[in-house]
């Protein structure tokens, strides 16, 4: 069987991923978020599913019957059910709403205008060389053609960023 079919309850959400993939990679797959603080290599416990319907290929369930989603591959149809505690709690972000998966919902919202900004910008200047008549220090000479560059006034470096000038100028 090449293809797996796995829904997760309580969302009722349906996905059909490769063989091989884990319950984890089908639930981000599916827009269901299950908590995976170790990010899927199997330590935390979080991931926890409960393998309602189907066969299913892993190190198996705990006492309790939980999965580690992370570490368990469905074969053919799988029906699995989400535990309570291994979905983010939303009530947290201020408004009074149920516990509902926002993996998928957070990464559209995320993911549509967004701009970034840096906070600083790489800027090419050109710094004359140094000659007989113009023996000023680099450090001056640096300064000189920022100011002109970006009409500037009061620029100072560092002493540190001044020690180490020569060697980027050369
Ligand atoms: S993600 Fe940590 S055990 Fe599955």
Redesign the pocket.
């Given at each position: 069987m090449d293809k797996a079919k796995v829904t997760f309850l309580p969302y009722g959400k349906t996905i059909e991923v490769p063989a091989g993939y884990n319950l984890?990679r089908a639930a981000v797959g599916a827009g269901v978020h299950?908590?995976?603080?170790?990010?899927?290599?199997?330590?935390?416990?979080?991931?926890r599913v409960r393998v309602l319907e189907g066969e299913t290929e892993g190190p198996g369930p705990d006492e309790q019957g939980w999965h580690?989603?992370?570490?368990t591959k469905p074969i053919g149809e799988v029906v699995v059910q989400v535990a309570g505690d291994a979905v983010p709690d939303t009530t947290i972000m201020g408004e009074k709403r149920a516990r509902v998966p926002v993996g998928r919902a957070v990464f559209e919202e995320l993911n549509s205008d967004w701009h970034l900004e840096a906070p600083t910008r790489k800027r090419h200047f050109h710094v004359d060389p140094p000659t007989i008549s113009n023996n000023r220090s680099d450090t001056s000479r640096l300064l000189r053609a920022v100011k002109n560059d970006l009409k500037l006034d009061n620029l100072r470096l560092s002493l540190e960023l001044s020690r180490k000038l020569p060697k980027v100028l050369r």
């Open positions: 984890l299950i908590n995976a603080s170790c990010g899927g290599a199997g330590t935390c416990g979080r991931c580690r989603a992370c570490q």
